[in-house]
Structures are given as C-alpha cells and as structure tokens.
C-alpha cells in the first residue's frame, strides 16, 4: 500500500525555520518526481515546490523561492523542505504528493497520492 | 488570487446534474492536461479526474471531465449527498513552470 506521512510542522516565530519531512513506503521513491502542496487555513491548494527523481530539476513557486528548499533522499525513501525565513503567510498544511505520468505521445502528469499533511504555524 | 479559475460555490438537489467550470489560459490549460481533484472536509485531497476525463478506478461514472481551448469542466450527474466536498481543477503551467491550482468550489447537496 502506498503512504505519504509527512511530518516536522509546527509553531515557529517569524524569521524562524523548519524543516519538513515525507516519509515513503509501498513503493520505490527513486521512481517518482515528488511535490509539495500547502492550503492555508480555510483557503485552496497551493502548489510549493516540484523535484524530479534524480533532483537533476527543482522547480518552485515564486512566493517560497529563495526561501524554500526542496530535497530528497531516495535511499531513506524521504522528501524534504527546507523553510526558512519563514513569513506569517507561511501558515499552512503541508502536504507532500506524488507525481505520476504519461510520457508517451500526448503526455499528461498528476498527483496521484497525498500524504494527510502537517500543520505548519508561524506565528510570534 | 489563482491562476485557474473556478467558481467559489455550486450547489443541487439529489438526482440533479451539476458542472463545475475552471478556466486558464494557453500556458496551462491550453496546452496541458488537466486534472481535478477532491477534498472532503478534514481530509488530503484525493486524485479524481486525471488526464482531462479520465476516472481513477473507484471514482463513479457519474463524474465526468472534458476539456476544450483554455477551459475545462467537471460534471456531476444523479448528485449525491457524498459528493459534498471541494474539488480542485490542476494543470501544469508551463510559463510559471509550476503546477497551478483552481481556488476550489464548494459542492452542496440541498
């Protein structure tokens, strides 16, 4: 069975950091580009960073860049996010997803596993 | 603000047939697929439309996808009180190079 459990949220005080991570089991890590997702409290999805399996392409969202670091470890079967600087409007659950896709002739991806998230606080 | 579009509520009676629009533009839905996703209250999102119309298997035949230009569309047909939940329309953005998400809409079953 494949399950995402993410863990290492918490409160932190503005300017401070965190550092998230996502443990996989039920399949092979190395196989799948991985993501991060976070929705503010009451608010709607918000894609956070993107890493292929090799780490060889990072992408993020401009409103973490420069702050937001995102890693893996397919060894220990983790995904992590580094958070620095971390901002108010950083307040969120962070969900870690797993990217599967089509790459033949009309290519098409999509997130087909989520962890349940865990609950980042930033806050004085 | 989000980059897809999707209206912040849709409702209907059981039985009745309801669509949920998401609108983008050509660095995304113009020229990625789409996909859809559910989240029940208190609970991760769930993949449920991938691929613009394609149902993930235990996802039932009433929910339908389609696609046409920068818009796509999600279509609930016989409406059950389990379907209350926020769906999220996500496409890849390929000026962004990031994924992009609609700012969700609320299904009520009256």
């Known amino acids: 069975e494949v399950q995402l459990v993410e863990s290492g949220g918490g409160l932190v005080q503005p300017g401070g950091s965190l550092r998230l991570s996502c443990a996989a089991s039920?399949?092979?890590?190395?196989?799948?580009?991985m993501n991060w997702v976070r929705q503010a409290p009451g608010k709607g999805l918000e894609w956070v960073s993107y890493?292929?399996?090799?780490?060889?392409?990072?992408y993020y969202a401009d409103s973490v860049e420069g702050r937001f670091t995102i890693s893996r470890d397919n060894a220990k079967n983790s995904l992590y996010l580094q958070m620095n600087s971390l901002r108010d409007e950083d307040t969120a659950v962070y969900y870690c997803?797993?990217?599967?896709?089509?790459?033949?002739?009309?290519?098409?991806?999509?997130?087909?596993?989520w962890g349940q998230g865990t609950l980042v606080t930033v806050s004085s | 603000q989000s980059v897809l579009t999707q209206p912040p509520s849709a409702s209907g009676t059981p039985g009745q047939r309801v669509t949920i629009s998401c609108s983008g533009s050509?660095?995304?839905?113009?020229?990625?697929?789409v996909n859809w996703y559910q989240q029940l209250p208190g609970t991760a999102p769930k993949f449920f439309i991938y691929?613009?119309?394609q149902r993930p298997s235990g996802v039932p035949d009433r929910f339908s996808g389609s696609k046409s230009g920068t818009s796509a569309s999600l279509a609930i047909s016989g409406l059950q009180s389990e379907d209350e939940a926020d769906y999220y329309c996500?496409?890849?953005?390929?000026?962004?190079?990031?994924?992009?998400f609609g700012g969700g809409t609320k299904l009520t079953v009256l």
């Open positions: 996500a496409a890849w953005d390929g000026s962004l190079n990031g994924w992009v």
């Open positions: 691929n613009n119309h």
């Open positions: 997803a797993r990217e599967e896709g089509y790459y033949g002739s009309g290519r098409y991806y999509y997130f087909d596993y």
């Open positions: 890493i292929t399996s090799s780490s060889t392409t990072i």
């Open positions: 039920g399949f092979t890590l190395s196989e799948y580009s």
């Open positions: 050509s660095s995304n839905i113009g020229s990625n697929s």
